[in-house]
């Protein structure tokens, strides 16, 4: 449904997006993850056909955004970071000036209209001026405005950026129940969001694509030493050096507090050492209270990758830097042209 293939971008020499490549089938949620200065703005805009790439194309449902930007835009939601509102004006009068901007046929804008308040849950503020709003609102204002022509792809640029936890939840049910006949590109900072929302990751850094899989493949992938947490009720000063002296346990790690003693394993990749950490325990009278494999999380992940592609030598020497989102001056006019 969305194809991206071998985008490039540069500003003046300057390399913002790098031959990325990526697809998002139909139903699929794909998170788009990044540090600030990445390219996923840059990457987002020449998907969306706001910015012309200088080499590569996109595919919105098999339409190529630069050579049919109308009828790819017709396939297309866009929800941006930075919300545009007409503050004035009531919700349903926006949401409908906008159903027909994206050429909704007169006689369906009605149906459009309230499928679309009522999909976002803003249909018992639809006659209420935007202005008058708490920002959770407004953002599910602006994604009503984004889906109300039916659009069978949509992008999500920090749909939660900004809203208190209990917006943040509501948003969330909001994006996973609009998966359904749709395909949803959600750039975010917030990686639990991603865990809970995406079937798939892909990790961007210096304009190019770092890592790419399910949240549990890039885990897996790039999970350090497996671990396993041990719990026994009581505080015994000897359990950490009973339980590293197992087979393939390679490091044990003690802490004793509120009745209990908590020991951090470590040990060999393909080992499985719960058993033989069970008849230890049981053989010296202990009593188990946990026993939980220790996994990589995906801020994990992510952390180690970005600190890996510091690490490393650059690989060019005309990258941007960190403030390479701010496009300069002279990009945005080849935008209107």
């Known amino acids: 449904m969305l194809e991206v293939q071998s985008l490039s971008k540069s500003f003046y020499g300057n390399v913002a997006v790098d031959e990325v490549s990526f697809s998002v089938g139909n139903g699929e949620i794909l998170g788009f993850l990044g540090p600030n200065g990445a390219g996923k703005t840059t990457t987002m805009r020449m998907i969306t056909g706001f910015l012309s790439p200088t080499a590569g194309r996109v595919l919105l449902d098999g339409v190529d955004v630069s050579a049919k930007p109308l009828e790819a835009k017709r396939r297309l939601g866009y929800l941006p970071e930075t919300l545009s509102l007409y503050p004035e004006m009531r919700v349903r009068e926006y949401v409908k000036y906008r159903a027909e901007l994206c050429g909704v046929p007169r006689k ?11 999909t976002c849950f803003v249909d018992d503020v639809a006659d209420k001026p935007i202005a008058n709003l708490s920002k959770g609102y407004r953002q599910r204002v602006g994604l009503a405005a984004a889906l109300v022509h039916g659009p069978k792809v949509l992008v999500l640029d920090e749909p939660t950026v900004g809203l208190d936890p209990r917006q943040i ?3 969330r049910e909001l994006v996973r129940n609009l998966r359904e006949g749709r395909t949803i590109l959600l750039s975010t900072h917030i990686l639990p969001e991603v865990e809970l929302v995406c079937d798939r990751v892909v990790i961007i850094d ?17 999970s350090q030493t497996p671990g396993l947490t041990v719990s026994v009720r009581g505080e015994i000063a000897e359990a950490d050096a009973a339980l590293r002296r197992l087979p393939g346990v390679t490091h044990a790690a003690r802490i004793g507090a509120g009745g209990e003693t908590r020991v951090i394993l470590e040990f060999e990749r393909g080992a499985d050492v719960r058993e033989a950490v069970f008849r230890e325990v049981v053989a010296r009278g202990w009593t188990l209270l946990e026993m939980t494999p220790r996994q990589a999380t995906l801020e994990d992940v992510f952390v180690r990758l970005l600190s890996s592609q510091t690490a490393a030598p650059a690989a060019r020497s005309d990258e941007l830097p960190p403030a390479e989102e701010a496009e300069p001056a002279a990009p945005r006019a080849e935008e209107g042209r």
């Open 108 to 118: 369906q804008v009605p149906a459009r209209l309230a499928e679309a308040l009522a």
């Open 169 to 171: 939840v509501k948003v």
């Open 206 to 222: 210096k304009g190019k694509i770092v890592a790419t899989g399910t949240p549990e493949e890039l885990r897996q992938r790039m």
